[in-house]
């Protein structure tokens, strides 16, 4: 399930990150969305979002995600935002991670928005 607006993805996702729930994460993506969630590596399509993703939620953290801006075409959109994640390392011991994100996401035939393409580290 997709959102009315590009410009609430970030909040969406964040929500849905922070109530730990991998299955309503992957529904923010196109079926073959590519994901990058580290530097030099690339995931396609939900199966391979999904579990890049459930590698974050298990730092069972909180997520803060900043939009530094939404830039909307004709069925496009491109975002740019900052994120920090804290949690608990599998030593038990805190960890922070944080990062700068890159999006392009596509408005779907319904109207809603969908990510395509999602870089966590691509504007650092």
Same mark, same amino acid.
């Given at each position: 399930?997709?959102?009315?607006?590009?410009?609430?993805?970030?909040?969406?996702?964040?929500?849905?990150?922070?109530?730990?729930?991998?299955?309503?994460?992957?529904?923010?993506?196109?079926?073959?969305?590519?994901?990058?969630?580290?530097?030099?590596?690339?995931?396609? @399509?939900?199966?391979?979002?999904?579990?890049?993703?459930?590698?974050?939620?298990?730092?069972?953290?909180?997520?803060?995600?900043?939009?530094?801006?939404?830039?909307?075409?004709?069925?496009?959109?491109?975002?740019? @935002?900052? &994120?920090?994640?804290?949690?608990?390392?599998?030593?038990?011991?805190?960890?922070?991670?944080?990062?700068?994100?890159?999006?392009?996401?596509?408005?779907?035939?319904?109207?809603? &928005?969908?990510?395509?393409?999602?870089?966590?580290?691509?504007?650092?």
């Amino acid at each position: 399930m997709g959102v009315a607006r590009p410009e609430d993805l970030h909040l969406e996702f964040t929500k849905r990150f922070n109530a730990g729930s991998v299955e309503q994460l992957a529904q923010l993506y196109e079926p073959s969305a590519c994901l990058v969630p580290q530097p030099g590596v690339t995931v396609k @399509g939900h199966a391979a979002v999904k579990e890049s993703l459930q590698r974050f939620l298990a730092l069972r953290g909180s997520l803060v995600i900043t939009t530094d801006f939404v830039i909307k075409g004709e069925g496009v959109a491109l975002l740019r @935002g900052r &994120w920090t994640l804290t949690g608990t390392g599998p030593d038990g011991k805190a960890a922070e991670m944080n990062g700068k994100n890159v999006e392009v996401a596509r408005q779907q035939s319904d109207g809603t &928005w969908l990510f395509a393409l999602d870089h966590a580290f691509g504007a650092d």
